[in-house]
């Protein structure tokens, strides 16, 4: 662990994203402690810009706080881009763990699945499945999900295969270890660092989509979300700069952290990876 | 064999491996549309105001809603096999006209974004690698850290507030301006002027996208023999680079700018909807709107084809290019 750390905090600009990461999370974390009321109440000062009436961020329209919707749109961001990637990731083990084990028809068969997937053009098929399902945050992780899993399935199988032939699983046959067991409790063990770091970068990705998603008006209409700020000020654009703006950074920022941490992450677990660099 | 055949037969391959793709999204699309509450007979009735159950009974025979499910399936696939998508409630047309209506400002728009960031990711990425580790090549680093993290739709917001609203510099919407009714060169430029900013909001992406790969591209080849034997030959560097090296690093950027087309359809549904460019993308995120399902299934049928030709297209393009390329 300590080397993995010394490791990690070789990579500066990772350190710093993960500060501001930390910040995010920890904004989102007291968004209901410093900003009690729903984000969605409105008030008697609309269109007022950055400090004025109180409001840090300006208010938006009909006088909603944009630093309220911040605090509580990145609880709403962050939420949606980890279940979304957990899940992606689940689904992209088991048929990257199955296709790269068995290999033959079963890699073909579920490969194939994988190529259809990985050729429909992505963030189309995200709006499709939401309007399909009608916007809310459970259809906004499953279109997610189902968008992301294919990378994660050919990146598993692609270790699945440059393992199963290792002489531990070999070992690991001879002792009479089920097939599941050797994938799962042997194998996947061995190839969970470029799991984690394409994982993390899959979060990022989320939570771009999610926010691509909110801002054509597929968000869940009852939370708050950095998408939905952006689209909803829109309209205010000539007017009221600040509606927009101030979201847009948010995303931008977490985003630039996730990738940041992704990338040092990935100097961290695969030492060998940075010195072809 | 000779190669030209060897190339017609992987040519002919690649064709046919297309078509189960495509078929399966088909089935997709067909199982998606069913998913979806409510039919077509639920939106006409809808859209008439009353409907008693038996018209809508007789409604359902008529379309063939009341056959068994793979029944349904095949003649949806009949349909599709010849072009036709269906008709849109919202537009009253059939999809097919419509798509192909707006397919050409879509086109415009992707074919000069992909110019504009193949170009210059190609001259950013060579310029970083040949200041490698200095702050030039720093510089470029850190602006596709942050246009990776930028999300498409805030960039041409930010571009709308700074080039249209603070500095009227270039309209804020549309292709063209339709009251000036300009004609000849005039009606080029008006839609050129148009096309700035949704071209360099949907290009950016790409650009950091295009400019890492060429670094990166440029970095292998300078590490290859070749390099060492042109400076053994008392070549210069300058030859080396722009003689030997950037040819070589050229072709993955190039193939790459085929492999982006699916995320590029995604990037123009968005820049289309912010500054309300009338191609694929608008009329996807208006067909969002009036629930029109047939029409985006429809646009998602089309960009998922166009993805799988344009796929093949540098497949081929590829082996032609690279005579090294493996053909079977």
Known sequence: MNSFWNRFSRNKSAVLGLFILGLVVFMASIAGLIYPDDPFLYSRFPLSGPGVNGFLLGSDSIGRDVASGIAHGAKTSLLIGLIATLAAVFIGVIFGAFAGYYGGLVDDVLMRITEVFQTIPSFVFAILLVAIMKPSIESVVIAITVVSWPAVARLVRGEFLALKNREFVQACHTLGMGDVRIMMAEILPNCLSPIIVIGSLMVATAILIESGLAFLGLGDPNVMSWGFQISDGRSMLRVAWWICTFPGIAILITVLAINLVGEGLNDALNPRLRERN | ?328
């Not at chain 2, 859209?47 to 068994?68: I, N, Q």
């Not at chain 2, 430029?189 to 900013?197: C, E, R, T, W």
């Not at chain 2, 050229?250 to 699916?262: H, N």
């Open chain 2, 1 to 328: 064999m000779n190669r030209s055949s060897k190339i017609l037969r992987y040519v002919a391959k690649r064709l046919i491996q297309g078509i189960p793709i495509i078929l399966a999204i088909v089935v997709m699309n067909f199982f998606l549309l069913n998913l979806a509450e409510g039919d077509a007979v639920d939106v006409l009735a809808g859209e008439a105001g009353s409907a008693t159950p038996e018209y809508m009974e007789e409604m359902r025979k008529k379309f063939g809603l009341d056959k068994p499910l793979p029944v349904q399936l095949a003649v949806y696939l009949k349909n599709v096999v010849q072009l036709d998508l269906g008709r849109s409630h919202r537009h009253d047309m059939p999809v097919t006209e419509l798509i192909v209506d707006r397919l050409w400002p879509t086109l415009l728009l992707m074919t000069s974004t992909i110019m504009l960031a193949v170009g210059f990711g190609i001259l950013l990425g060579l310029f970083a690698a040949i200041n490698l580790n200095t702050w030039k090549d720093a510089m470029i680093s850190v602006f596709a850290l942050i246009t990776y993290a930028t999300p498409l739709f805030w960039v041409g917001l930010m571009m709308i507030i700074l080039f249209s609203i603070k500095n009227d510099w270039f309209p804020t919407s549309g292709m063209e301006n339709s009251a000036a009714f300009y004609e000849g060169l005039d009606r080029v430029k008006d839609i050129a002027h148009h096309l700035v900013l949704p071209t360099i909001t949907l290009s950016l992406f790409y650009l950091a996208l295009y400019t890492r790969m060429m670094r990166a591209s440029m970095l292998e080849q300078y590490g290859q023999d070749y390099v060492i034997t042109a400076r053994a030959k008392g070549l210069t560097e300058r030859r080396i680079t722009f003689v030997h090296v950037l040819r070589n690093a050229l072709l993955p950027v190039v193939t790459m700018a085929g492999v982006q087309v699916g995320a590029l359809i995604g990037g123009s549904v968005i820049v289309e909807s912010v500054f309300a460019w009338p191609g694929l993308g608008m009329l996807a995120f208006e067909s969002l709107f009036a629930r029109d399902l047939n029409l985006l299934l429809g646009i998602f049928l089309l960009s998922s084809v166009l993805v799988v030709a344009v796929n093949l297209v540098v497949d081929i393009i590829y082996c032609f290019l690279d005579p090294r390329i493996e053909v079977n």
